[in-house]
T-cell receptor, first 113, second 113 residues
Framework: GENVEQHPSTLSVQEGDSAVIKCTYS??????FPWYKQELGKRPQLIID?????GEKKDQRIAVTLNKTAKHFSLHITETQPEDSAVYFC????????????FGKGTHLIIQP | NAGVTQTPKFQVLKTGQSMTLQCAQD?????MSWYRQDPGMGLRLIHY???????DQGEVPNGYNVSRSTTEDFPLRLLSAAPSQTSVYFC????????????FGEGSWLTVV
């Protein structure tokens, strides 16, 4: 089955700086890669996603890049703000989505004032 | 439009007891799934369903049963609870097809003592 590795497990950045979280996946058939933000005690919330036919996608301060050859994808957050502090999860899905998502173990992003 | 609704939100069980976590969605989604979230482990797929009458196992199915008698409902049953099943459980749903947004319920916090 699919295996998703996520790094780093904790990331501390100064407010206003950029943050980058990286994930690798093992199954070359995976074709959908969402990123979720989870605040303490809350459900995961989709913040951005990318499909395998696209190399990069941007939404305001958030961007995701995908390298299918190397089987890795990354989340980039620019101009970080205190409200960006949360746990972020990457995930991968294979085929038609019937078998659900495989998640990375999460990155705890801490924005230092 | 309530989205994905899970009940109960909190539950304490004694070892050996049984219970059912309820999940309902009102978006007419074909696909539904259950995940568990443990500290430092991300979310792991327990069971999933691609439509009424069809279910299949995910990554960590042992100790859990599911059924899908209607499109709207996807209950998760713990037949004989064990302390290792102490976790946060999330139900999710999505439409058929790769790359469609997955919607999560608010989560159910289960403690087995």
């Amino acid at each position: 089955g699919e295996n998703v590795e996520q790094h780093p497990s904790t990331l501390s950045v100064q407010e206003g700086d950029s943050a980058v979280i990286k994930c690798t996946y093992s199954d070359s058939a995976s074709n959908y890669f969402p990123w979720y933000k989870q605040e303490l005690g809350k459900r995961p919330q989709l913040i951005i996603d990318i499909r395998s036919n696209v190399g990069e996608k941007k939404d305001q301060r958030i961007a995701v890049t995908l390298n299918k050859t190397a089987k890795h994808f990354s989340l980039h957050i620019t101009e970080t703000q205190p409200e960006d502090s949360a746990v972020y999860f990457c995930a991968a899905r294979t085929g038609g989505g019937a078998d659900g998502l495989t998640f990375g173990k999460g990155t705890h992003l801490i924005i230092q004032p | 439009n309530a989205g994905v609704t899970q009940t109960p939100k909190f539950q304490v069980l004694k070892t050996g007891q049984s219970m059912t976590l309820q999940c309902a969605q009102d978006m007419n989604h074909e696909y539904m799934s259950w995940y568990r979230q443990d500290p430092g482990m991300g979310l792991r797929l327990i069971h999933y369903s691609v439509g009424a009458g069809i279910t299949d196992q995910g990554e960590v199915p042992n100790g859990y049963n599911v059924s899908r008698s209607t499109t709207e409902d996807f209950p998760l049953r713990l037949l004989s609870a064990a302390p290792s099943q102490t976790s946060v459980y999330f139900c999710a749903s999505t439409t058929r097809g790769s790359g469609n947004t997955i919607y999560f319920g608010e989560g159910s916090w289960l403690t087995v003592v």
